[in-house]
Nanobody, 122 residues
């Protein structure tokens, strides 16, 4: 059973910063495409950021320029640095591992973390 374990959520005021972490076995980082999703109450889960196979990063338009996804390969930790947070960023954030198809990442998530809550107040 693969476990993805998130941490780092919390409550901040608008304009503040948080850094989320996701610990996973090394085999997961090397086998799957790692990503962050979020789900706000009453809304669909959406992908916030993803590390692509070639090392590129992709972001949800709403977080571009504010969030940064990165990976510590030595310690098998995925990060999401979130700056200039807005109330609309309030959501449960999930770490995810998605299948690869050749050189590409697919949308098929194989493993989810348990989630970490981020609350941004105005």
């Amino acid at each position: 059973q693969v476990q993805l374990v998130e941490s780092g959520g919390g409550s901040v005021q608008a304009g503040g910063s948080l850094r989320l972490s996701c610990a996973a076995p090394g085999s997961v980082h090397s086998t799957y495409c790692m990503a962050w999703f979020r789900e706000a109450p009453g809304k669909e889960r959406q992908r916030v950021a993803r590390l692509e196979n070639n090392g590129d990063t992709t972001y949800l338009d709403a977080v571009k320029g504010r969030f940064t996804i990165s990976q510590d390969n030595a310690n098998n930790i995925l990060y999401l640095q979130m700056n200039f947070l807005k109330p609309e960023d309030t959501a449960m954030y999930y770490c995810a591992a998605a299948s690869r198809l050749g050189p590409f990442c697919t949308s098929s998530v194989q493993y989810w973390g348990q989630g970490t809550q981020v609350t941004v107040s105005s």
